[in-house]
Nanobody, 131 residues
Framework: QAQLVESGGGSVESGGSLTLSCAAS????????MGWFRQVPGKERELVSI???????TYADSVKGRFTISQDNAKNTLYLQMNSLKTEDTAVYYC?????????????????????????WGQGTQVTVSS
């Protein structure tokens, strides 16, 4: 059974750092591109960053220069290094395995989340940034 398990969320003060991890199992990790998304109550889930199989990284404008996505294919694990955190980064963060045809779609960071484009989602991890 396919599973994505996030870890590393928590509470931090503004300007601080956190690293999120997402451990994948039960499916062919390299067969999908991987991404981080976030959601706050009352708002749509939005793309934070996505990494393609060729290593191409895409970031939302709001996190560009502060967040870095990476992956360890040998460990089937996705990471998100978050630096210079701001209060507006507070959200539940989800990792997701994106179906290959949609990987190019999400190279536009403004693309909306369409459930049809995703193979698997993690359960989410809360990130809270206080001022």
């Amino acid at each position: 059974q396919a599973q994505l398990v996030e870890s590393g969320g928590g509470s931090v003060e503004s300007g601080g750092s956190l690293t999120l991890s997402c451990a994948a199992s039960g499916y062919t990790y390299s067969g999908h591109c991987m991404g981080w998304f976030r959601q706050v109550p009352g708002k749509e889930r939005e793309l934070v960053s996505i990494i393609s199989n060729d290593g191409t990284e895409t970031y939302a404008d709001s996190v560009k220069g502060r967040f870095t996505i990476s992956q360890d294919n040998a460990k089937n694990t996705l990471y998100l290094q978050m630096n210079s955190l701001k209060t507006e980064d507070t959200a539940v963060y989800y990792c997701a395995a994106v179906l290959p045809p949609a990987c190019y779609y999400y190279r536009n960071p403004s693309s909306r989340v369409n459930p049809r484009f995703f193979a698997y989602w993690g359960q989410g991890t809360q990130v809270t940034v206080s001022s």
